[in-house]
């Protein structure tokens, strides 16, 4: 069944993810502290907290200055890193 071979595929909370690609209109109205924060962490791996009710992947990560941050995004725009 293709289904279960794609959600066996799937990362599960405390992996080590990539997020592929910001997501449009996720770095709207944000500071831009967290525009950059986000924007560095692109191709680099980052730890996959959990996902919401919705399906969203909540991924978390520390920035260059040791702030931690959350963000949420479709798991679409992340995958499991090797």
Request: aromatic share 6%.
């Amino acid at each position: 069944m293709a289904g279960t071979e794609i959600e066996d595929k799937k990362p599960r909370p405390g992996e080590t993810v990539i997020l592929m690609a910001i997501p449009p209109g996720l770095l709207d109205d944000l500071p831009i502290e967290d525009r950059n924060a986000i924007s560095e962490v692109v191709g680099k791996p980052i730890t996959l907290s959990e996902y919401d009710q919705d399906g969203r992947a909540e991924l978390e990560f520390q920035d260059n200055v040791g702030v931690i941050h959350f963000v949420w995004v479709d798991s679409i725009f992340i995958r499991l890193a090797e």
